[in-house]
Nanobody, 124 residues
Framework: QVQLVESGGGLVQAGGSLRLSCAASGLTFSNYAMGWFRQAPGKERDFVAGINRSGSTYYADSLRGRFTISRDNAKNTVYVQMNSLKPEDTAAYYC??????????????????WGQGTQVTVSS
């Protein structure tokens, strides 16, 4: 079975940083574009960042410059480095996998596989 397992979430003060990891198994990782999404209480799940098979990246406009997505195909892992965190970044963060294509999708329904989420809480 395909599994995506996030880790690295936790409680951090405003202005701090976290690095989330998502380890994939059961798929040929290099054939998938990967994305990060987040969902705060009472909010819809929103796109955070994506990276395609060749390493091209794309970010939500509000997060570009603070968040950096990367992948390590040898480790079957995608990361998102989150800097200068704000209380409004508090959310459950999910990684997702999308097979095929050369671009990066921001759409939830384009992603076939999803992790269980990891909670990020930013205190003020």
């Amino acid at each position: 079975q395909v599994q995506l397992v996030e880790s690295g979430g936790g409680l951090v003060q405003a202005g701090g940083s976290l690095r989330l990891s998502c380890a994939a198994s059961g798929l040929t990782f290099s054939n998938y574009a990967m994305g990060w999404f987040r969902q705060a209480p009472g909010k819809e799940r929103d796109f955070v960042a994506g990276i395609n098979r060749s390493g091209s990246t794309y970010y939500a406009d509000s997060l570009r410059g603070r968040f950096t997505i990367s992948r390590d195909n040898a480790k079957n892992t995608v990361y998102v480095q989150m800097n200068s965190l704000k209380p409004e970044d508090t959310a459950a963060y999910y990684c997702a996998a999308r097979q095929g294509g050369s671009g990066v999708s921001t759409r939830i329904y384009d992603y076939r596989y999803w992790g269980q989420g990891t909670q990020v809480t930013v205190s003020s």
